[in-house]
């Protein structure tokens, strides 16, 4: 079995084999002086990060017609070399090269975006260090592809946060003051992560009467066994619950689904001291901790003969023993809670846990307040349905689906629009039958 490589930084000059789970973002071929042709292409991992990758030309045949772009897949194995490339279109400081026993298996990824951006820093933006009324082309020295007019909703909504020529005299006027107001209201991770919300202990969840914003530090227990098992079919773009997952139907958020897919929602008992509460794990958090979609597994069981939402694979047992910091949404009515975001990193959780949480119900900073019912937070913008999160019989069912997951070093990496941690090819191996708790 290949060693799982977790992301495109992970690929190194090592003698070990390995598989990694992207997208090809681009592909093209090269002519040199002597009529030889051979292929290059940029793939991207589910974090975004990019390696670019030769195919030579004894092997161009094999590939050419398999290749496409934009399409997800597994590869295992190739060599590893020193990216020295004359035109680098990725700064990854390696590049792949296929060998004759690399293999290719395309394989339905969503947690890999389609595309990927990389803007002009605003703190320029705001300085005045731009053009906009023309249009720049140079040598591409970290590009591939131009796009000219492309109608890309990331792009345009970019191109309306530019400055207008009256704002860019102002902003000329004060660059100074500006570029001190623009470091200086930015939050941390942190305070973004505790921002609106009613940090407290898990304790005092208990005491909550009315559906609420928190932010707690507690450690993952148990798994709290439904009937429904650890997965529900959804759509393929959001997560919406399919109501039939042996139908082809048209999604409320517009997507024509052919076959839904599975996604996790798993419930697990958290305990931070003697107190005990409910959390509602779903796709995007799961996916992130685990490093594969739920369809990704369950398509593993499928083929190791087993179909069963009530068999949890032993990869689910990641999710357990981990202290973490969340931020959730309290349902008293259900007596649980749904996570919206959560991280593991240890500095992050304990600056939480020292800075933020107290035992008086009352937060440490401005940032952490309770939230009114009817608050359009930055993550609420599909509010969770109360009897959605604990009915999955419900027509719709709905989970953030912009997720945000703090990442090791305090990044915001969105899992929905910008894909989950890496996904893995390794197969579940054996697995276990977990018996409701009481």
Same mark, same amino acid.
């Given at each position: 079995?290949?060693?799982?490589?977790?992301?495109?930084?992970?690929?190194?000059?090592? *003698?070990?084999? +390995?598989?990694?789970?992207?997208?090809? $973002?681009?592909?093209?071929?090269?002519?040199?002086?002597?009529? %030889?042709?051979? =292929?290059?292409?940029?793939? $991207?991992?589910?974090?975004?990060?990019?390696?670019?990758?030769?195919?030579?030309?004894?092997?161009? =045949?094999?590939?050419?017609?398999?290749?496409?772009?934009?399409?997800?897949?597994?590869?295992?194995?190739?060599?590893?070399?020193?990216? #020295?490339?004359?035109?680098?279109?990725?700064?990854?400081?390696?590049?792949?090269?296929?060998?004759?026993?690399?293999?290719?298996?395309?394989?339905?990824?969503?947690?890999?975006?389609?595309?990927?951006? &990389?803007? @002009?820093? &605003?703190?320029?933006? !705001?300085?005045?260090?731009?053009?906009?009324?023309?249009?720049?082309?140079?040598?591409?020295?970290?590009?591939?592809? !131009?796009?000219?007019?492309?109608?890309?909703?990331? %792009?345009?909504?970019? $191109?309306?946060?530019?400055?207008?020529?009256?704002? @860019?005299?102002?902003?000329?006027?004060?660059? *100074?003051?500006?570029?001190?107001?623009?470091?200086?209201?930015?939050?941390?991770?942190?305070?973004?992560?505790?921002?609106?919300?009613?940090?407290?202990?898990?304790?005092?969840?208990?005491?909550?009467?009315?559906?609420?914003?928190?932010?707690?530090?507690?450690?993952?227990?148990? &798994?709290?066994?439904?009937?429904?098992? +650890?997965?529900?079919?959804?759509?393929?773009?959001?997560?919406? *619950?399919?109501?039939?997952?042996?139908?082809? /139907?048209?999604?409320?958020?517009?997507?024509?689904?052919?076959?839904?897919?599975?996604?996790?929602?798993?419930?697990? /008992?958290?305990?931070?001291?003697?107190?005990?509460?409910?959390?509602? &794990? +779903?796709?995007?958090?799961?996916?992130?901790? =685990?490093?594969?979609?739920?369809?990704?597994?369950?398509?593993?069981?499928?083929?190791?003969?087993?179909?069963?939402?009530?068999?949890?694979?032993?990869?689910?047992?990641?999710?357990?023993?981990?202290?973490?910091?969340?931020?959730? @949404?309290?349902?008293?009515?259900?007596?649980?809670?749904?996570?919206?975001?959560?991280? #593991?990193?240890?500095?992050?959780?304990?600056? %939480?846990?020292?800075?933020?949480?107290?035992?008086?119900?009352?937060?440490?900073?401005?940032?952490?307040?309770?939230?009114?019912?009817?608050?359009?937070?930055?993550?609420?913008?599909?509010?969770?349905?109360?009897?959605?999160?604990?009915?999955?019989?419900?027509?719709?069912?709905?989970?953030?689906?912009?997720?945000?997951?703090?990442?090791?070093?305090?990044?915001?990496?969105?899992?929905?629009?910008?894909?989950?941690?890496?996904?893995?090819?390794? *197969?579940?191996?054996?697995?276990?039958?977990?018996?409701?708790?009481?």
């Amino acid at each position: 079995m290949s060693r799982k490589v977790d992301s495109v930084k992970d690929i190194n000059d090592s *003698k070990e084999t +390995w598989r990694l789970a992207v997208r090809i $973002m681009d592909v093209w071929s090269v002519v040199n002086n002597k009529g %030889i042709e051979h =292929l290059e292409m940029i793939v $991207m991992d589910s974090l975004g990060d990019r390696i670019q990758v030769l195919i030579r030309h004894d092997h161009l =045949l094999k590939w050419k017609e398999v290749i496409k772009e934009n399409m997800t897949c597994i590869i295992n194995n190739g060599s590893v070399y020193n990216n #020295d490339f004359q035109w680098k279109v990725c700064d990854h400081s390696n590049k792949i090269v296929f060998l004759g026993g690399t293999t290719m298996k395309a394989i339905e990824l969503q947690n890999i975006p389609p595309k990927g951006y &990389f803007f @002009k820093d &605003f703190g320029e933006i !705001l300085q005045g260090k731009c053009k906009t009324d023309r249009l720049e082309v140079s040598n591409a020295w970290s590009g591939s592809k !131009l796009l000219i007019n492309e109608d890309i909703p990331e %792009i345009q909504d970019f $191109m309306s946060k530019l400055p207008t020529n009256e704002q @860019k005299e102002k902003l000329t006027q004060s660059a *100074k003051s500006l570029s001190n107001w623009s470091g200086g209201s930015q939050y941390s991770p942190v305070e973004k992560f505790v921002h609106n919300a009613k940090c407290m202990s898990l304790s005092q969840f208990c005491k909550i009467k009315h559906e609420t914003l928190c932010v707690t530090v507690a450690t993952t227990l148990k &798994f709290v066994v439904s009937k429904y098992g +650890w997965f529900y079919y959804g759509c393929t773009r959001c997560s919406s *619950k399919a109501s039939n997952p042996e139908k082809a /139907y048209e999604c409320s958020c517009g997507q024509k689904v052919e076959q839904p897919i599975p996604r996790y929602k798993i419930e697990i /008992y958290v305990s931070n001291g003697e107190s005990k509460y409910r959390f509602v &794990f +779903w796709d995007s958090e799961c996916a992130a901790i =685990l490093g594969m979609t739920a369809e990704f597994m369950h398509n593993s069981m499928v083929e190791n003969g087993e179909d069963d939402p009530m068999v949890y694979p032993d990869e689910l047992e990641m999710l357990l023993n981990k202290k973490m910091a969340f931020r959730v @949404k309290v349902q008293p009515t259900f007596s649980q809670a749904s996570v919206w975001k959560l991280c #593991d990193d240890e500095a992050f959780v304990k600056e %939480i846990e020292n800075d933020y949480i107290v035992e008086d119900n009352q937060s440490k900073t401005e940032y952490a307040k309770l939230v009114p019912h009817k608050e359009n937070f930055e993550t609420s913008a599909h509010t969770l349905s109360a009897s959605g999160e604990n009915d999955p019989e419900s027509i719709i069912l709905m989970t953030p689906t912009k997720d945000v997951v703090i990442a090791d070093k305090g990044e915001e990496v969105d899992f929905e629009a910008s894909g989950a941690t890496q996904l893995s090819g390794t *197969k579940p191996s054996k697995k276990l039958k977990i018996e409701s708790s009481s």
